[in-house]
């Protein structure tokens, strides 16, 4: 769950930095760490939440 987090942040902040890097030659690099940090929450939340929960373990009872 982890590594499939963390491919779309990395994408993005290459992306980002080297469009920013082309158009404004300067890199905005806490801006761009910030953002993938809330990529990275988010897809973690997105894949942690798209694991069902088993809720035949408690009812063996």
Known sequence: ?????????IIYFFAAALSQLIIHQ???WMHNLGIC???FLFMLFYHWASVPFNWNKNKSR
């Open 1 to 9: 769950m982890l590594k499939k987090s963390l491919l779309y942040p």
């Open 37 to 39: 940090f809330l990529i």
């Open 26 to 28: 300067q890199v905005k």
